[in-house]
């Protein structure tokens, strides 16, 4: 490959989709610690395949790689939007990071000091789970000892909660509340949106509250249509940094059905792709989709629900990073 395509995706009219090895988006692999994740990719796609903070239903280990095999089948342009993201950041999967399915603890450490790498490489990430909890540790290595940012967040349920199990505090119940008490998130530029389902007893909608967290439940979601409720989103995150953590369980389960908590009444893919297109125009510093779980999905067809709302993150964080390379804030494009 030359220079000016060495970060495309492998066309399939060049290998069929189904052969070689499956990469994100059928892109090259690139070790983070390597010279070429400092100094030429942009966006790095990554794999978190842990599910230790599951309370229910286990399965969303297994993620990454299937949304990896479902991935083959993205292509070059956003046809709605016109978006080239590969032509617009230089783009790599960037692997796994490590984890540990024995130790919670251990796991959260590991995953927050790969991405402390990302940070380091000046890549921003785009995250494949995985729990819910794995944002957690990812913010740790993004945002850590800097200034909290702020959070667009699609989802069912606010994971807010304090703790489970007698207080244990690391769940995929618990990962928003515990980044705003260590400093990660501005609870002020906070978004939450789709949540619905019974409650085990409102303690994290009274927190959200008491933090000034905005929750746009399912239901005003419905009323007031998804494009006013993106602009309350963008409006309350401003011109500051920002992460975006996507939840597949936000869609309805009829579309998505594989995810370890599924609630009905949620929007549609089609909802989810128009609020994305939304956020362009904001600084990401990172984005992630989790809960996908094969095993409550044999026909696969979630993983590929998934994959393209990654393509279509993938489309905002590209202009985000094309933005800052214009002002000098990212690699510059090599001679």
Known sequence: MTESNAYLPLSGMELPRFAGIPSFMRLPIVDVASRA?????????????????????????????????????IRLVNQATGMRPFHT??????????????????ALARVRAFYGKVREAAVVPLSAGGDH????????????????VGLVHFDAHTDLYEGYFGGFRYTHGTPFKRAIEEGL??????????????????????YARSKGVRIVTIEELMD???????????????????????????IDPSMAPGTGTP???????????????????????????????????????????????????????????????????THPTPA
Not at 92 to 102: C, H, S, Y
Not at 185 to 206: C, F, H, K, N, V
């Open 133 to 148: 909890l794995v944002t957690l540790p990812i913010l740790r290595g993004l945002v850590a000892g800097g200034a909290p």
């Open 263 to 329: 609630e009905i009444g949620g929007f549609t893919t089609h909802q989810a792709q128009r609020m994305l297109r939304r956020l362009d125009g904001l600084d990401l510093i990172g984005a992630d989709l989790v809960e996908v779980s094969p095993p409550f999905d044999p026909s696969g067809n979630t993983a590929w629900v998934g994959v393209n709302i990654m393509f279509e993150i993938l489309c905002v964080l590209a202009r985000s990073v094309a933005r800052k390379s214009a002002g000098g804030g």
């Open 185 to 206: 998130l501005e609870p002020a530029r906070m978004t939450q949106i789709g949540i619905r389902g019974t409650s085990y007893d409102m303690d994290d909608i009274d």
């Open 224 to 250: 007031r249509g998804t494009d006013a409720v993106m602009d309350e989103a963008r409006a309350r995150i401003g011109d500051a940094p920002a992460y975006l953590s996507f939840d597949i369980d936000g």
């Open 37 to 73: 994740a400092r100094d030429e990719v942009e966006i790095g796609l990554v794999g978190v395949p842990w599910d230790g903070g599951t309370t229910n239903r286990p399965g969303a280990r297994h993620g990454p790689r299937q949304l990896r095999d479902a991935s083959t089948m």
């Open 89 to 106: 950041a230089r783009c790599a999967d960037l692997g796994d990071a490590p984890v540990n399915p024995a130790d919670v603890e251990d």
